[in-house]
């Protein structure tokens, strides 16, 4: 059997207090965005967006479970 969603943790990612709405499949998702400061890795500042919320409901949450890793084993 294969994990399907790994959950990870980077301490290094700020909250923002940013949360909006947007519509998929006519219905309203929520979405979060965490910031990755410059100084932490000497980049660009970045957005990270996540659908991981109490206010959405599982099918929800799983829109961002693989956005973000880079692991080229799974598909």
Do not use: C
Request: no cysteine; proline share 8%.
């Amino acid at each position: 059997m294969d994990v399907s969603f790994e959950e990870k943790s980077y301490g290094f990612l700020k909250p923002t207090n940013i949360k909006f709405t947007i519509k998929v499949a006519r219905h309203d998702v929520w979405v979060t965005a965490f910031y990755l400061p410059p100084e932490v890795f000497h980049t660009a500042p970045v957005f990270f967006l996540t659908t991981e919320l109490p206010e959405n409901d599982y099918l929800a949450k799983t829109i961002s479970h693989k956005l973000y890793d880079a692991n080229p084993k799974q598909e």
